[in-house]
């Protein structure tokens, strides 16, 4: 019997599982903890009800890491479809097309409005804002103040709860990166058949048959054929550590029974907050502060059953208007037809974001149901006698918040962590960075890879890794 002890990964979402598949597949002993009692994936889960599939917000499988997208076909070689991309801006009772198409744009905001989005755009390019430290700021300098306040002030605010003065300009050099007005107005009048340049612009992307949830549910039995252990319902309680590094965690289930995991090697794609104060002996003052003062958003998903075929011909939509609170709208029969049972049904995500606590949160789902119906009614999209079902679902810090301070507070905990030879964090909210699927699934692919003696810096994967937004895919 080997007497080397495994590695242990904390939380099944696409991180932890790649980081496990990665290790499992090298040959390694490996225990992943997964916090939930029924899903993996996380964020990324499918959620059931009913025969119907909904996903926990929109999961495109689309990057120019060849070794992510390797992964994506191991695990999962015949099951992919493809996924054409279409999404518009509700705003101000019209839609829009999104990405921007020139025409489209300049009928609905009228000439006149058009050409003081054009003069404002003329005005940030001569005069950009110094020092560029906040979203808006950021925005504005390749936007022009206008188009700002049409297109990115309401959504955002509605996204964050926070001003987008508040908001860190690393936010949107992070998620809008390689596009400019330029760029989408270019774009626009190449035509649709053209190659964008900007992530941000991709028209058609890969989506399991069965929802992102199917990926993660796969990955699971997989990892479980090939002799690793996926034990869903073990809530981390208590990391342990001494002089020589992590030495073991400790948990509960759901009935409040007590567990124990020994590890060489520890994995965390639990949330930064909750991994720093977990640990025994605590961390540092100054530490612990820093981890009580990272934000997250929360989020929740009204999934409406419509009685009606088909309800409008998007993958989703963008919902800037301030008359509603939802704001994202997923059609998912329009991302694979088996996320419906009955082909003369259409199933709408509402999608809410939210404080854990707040009004939003705290409603009932019948109240939530209630708002859902009137909003879409109220968006036009469906008539409420149509709605023969609802159900909801709530995610708990489904994104980090990049706050004016964020950055601060993470680099503090990261040169504190560095410590532990045995402990990486990785994945969006392991290193409260608002990672895409495939970064996330990159970090733990460098984690793996460091355990079994590579050198890698994990924390610079959608920093420096510009070739993930805009460039050529680099290995």
């Known amino acids: 019997m080997s007497t080397v002890k495994p590695v242990v990964i904390m939380g099944a979402g696409p991180a932890g599982l790649t980081a496990a598949w990665e290790l499992c597949r090298a040959g390694r002993e490996v225990v992943v903890w997964e916090a939930d ?32 997208n390797e992964v994506w076909r191991q695990i999962m070689p015949d099951d992919f479809i493809d996924c054409p991309r279409l999404s518009r801006i509700y705003y101000k009772g019209r839609f829009f097309n999104y990405p921007l198409e020139a025409l489209d744009a300049f009928f609905k905001l009228g000439p006149v409005e058009t050409f003081k989005i054009v003069l404002s755009y003329i005005k ?10 906040s979203f808006k700021q950021w925005v504005v300098n390749r936007f022009g103040e ?35 007005l330029r760029e989408a107005v270019l774009s626009a009048f190449k035509g649709k058949n053209s190659a964008p340049t900007a992530k941000t612009l991709i028209r058609t992307f890969f989506y399991p048959r069965l929802g ?33 590094g992590v030495t073991h965690i400790t948990g509960t289930n759901q009935q409040g029974e007590f567990f124990q995991q020994e590890g060489s090697s520890f994995i965390s794609s639990i949330p930064l907050q909750e991994l720093m104060l ?25 999934c409406l059953v419509v009685d009606r075929a088909h309800v409008f011909p998007d993958t989703w939509i963008y919902i800037h208007d301030p008359s509603v609170k939802v704001g994202r709208v997923q059609n998912y029969k329009n991302w694979s037809a088996a996320m419906v049972p009955d082909s003369k049904l259409t199933s709408l995500g509402m999608e809410y974001f ?20 009137k909003e879409a009614a109220q968006i036009g ?47 969006r909210n392991g290193m409260h960075h608002y990672n895409n699927q495939d970064h996330s699934m990159m970090t733990a692919m460098l984690a793996a890879r460091n355990i079994q003696g590579g050198d890698y810096d994990c924390w610079k994967v959608n920093t420096e890794a510009e070739y993930h937004e805009a460039g050529e895919s680099k290995s």
């Open 354 to 373: 939210c404080f854990e606590g707040d009004q939003l949160w705290t409603s009932s789902d019948y109240d939530l149901a209630k708002l859902a119906i």
């Open 146 to 180: 206008r188009l700002f306040n049409h297109f990115f002030k309401s959504y955002t605010e509605k996204v964050w709860g926070i001003s987008c003065d508040e908001i860190s300009a690393d936010w949107a050099a992070q998620r809008i990166k390689g596009l400019s």
């Open 381 to 427: 999209l469906i008539k409420e006698s149509e709605i023969k079902d609802a159900f909801v679902v709530r995610m708990p810090k489904a994104y980090p918040i990049y706050d004016q301070d964020y950055h601060r507070h993470v680099e503090t905990i990261r040169e504190w962590v560095c410590q532990f030879a045995n402990l990486q964090p990785v994945g």
């Open 37 to 68: 009692p029924v899903y993996v994936g996380g964020i990324s889960r499918t959620v059931q009800a009913e025969g119907f599939r909904f996903d926990i917000g929109g999961h495109r499988f689309f990057s120019k890491s060849p070794e992510v």
């Open 212 to 244: 992102p949830g199917q990926m993660w549910e796969t990955a699971t039995a997989k990892i479980r054929e090939i002799g690793g252990k996926v034990i869903l319902d073990r809530k981390v309680q208590t990391i342990h550590w001494d002089e020589t």
């Open 278 to 302: 977990s640990l025994d002996p605590p961390a540092p003052p100054a530490v612990a502060q820093a981890a009580r003062s990272l934000r997250y958003r929360d989020f929740l998903t009204v």
């Open 124 to 133: 940030a390019r001569l005069h950009p804002i110094k020092p560029e430290l």
